[in-house]
């Protein structure tokens, strides 16, 4: 045990010294309110502590606002009184000057509101139209696409004039249905 403690103290005096800690001390005289030396154990300063000299502080907005507040509400009032003729008063009058606005709007949104019931009407009729689960074809020569070997008897290339004109009249009476229906309304 004995060697392996010369081994640590010889290592440990290799090793730098630590620099010394800096000791903090928490007096009000360190924080330079108090000058440059503290003074709190000596007897030649007892009783003689250096304060800040008073400082003359502003009363601040808030104050001058609320002072500002009384003759501005006194003013809004004298304002809002009808004259001693029993007309209304001028601020009212100034409000009033733009009463037309709100007819205005009033007749704008009658107008919107008549689109959009005139909009949702038409929504619903074509949507309440009862639909066939065939799918309209964009191009009927669809049909006759196809391989020509191997065709089943039957099954082969058809003459698409009468199908043609089958679809044209079912979407014919559909658009003179829906227009007959919106001539009702």
Known sequence: MIPL??????????????APLKTRQYSTAHH??????????????????????PQAESLGAGFFVCLAAVPLSIGVYTISRPDVDGKAASFSRFIDGYSYYQD????????HTAA???AAYYKNLDRSATGTKHVDLRFPEIFNTGSPYNVVAGQGARGLDEMVAHYQKLNADEVERK???????
């Open 5 to 18: 403690r010369r081994k640590a103290v010889q290592a440990a005096g290799r090793l730098p010294a630590a």
């Open 116 to 118: 959009i019931e005139q």
């Open 32 to 53: 330079g309110k108090g000058g440059d030396e503290a003074h709190h154990g000596s007897t030649e300063h007892a009783g003689h502590e250096h304060h800040a000299p």
């Open 179 to 185: 227009a007959k229906i919106a001539a009702d309304q």
């Open 104 to 111: 205005k709007w009033a007749a704008s949104n009658n107008l």
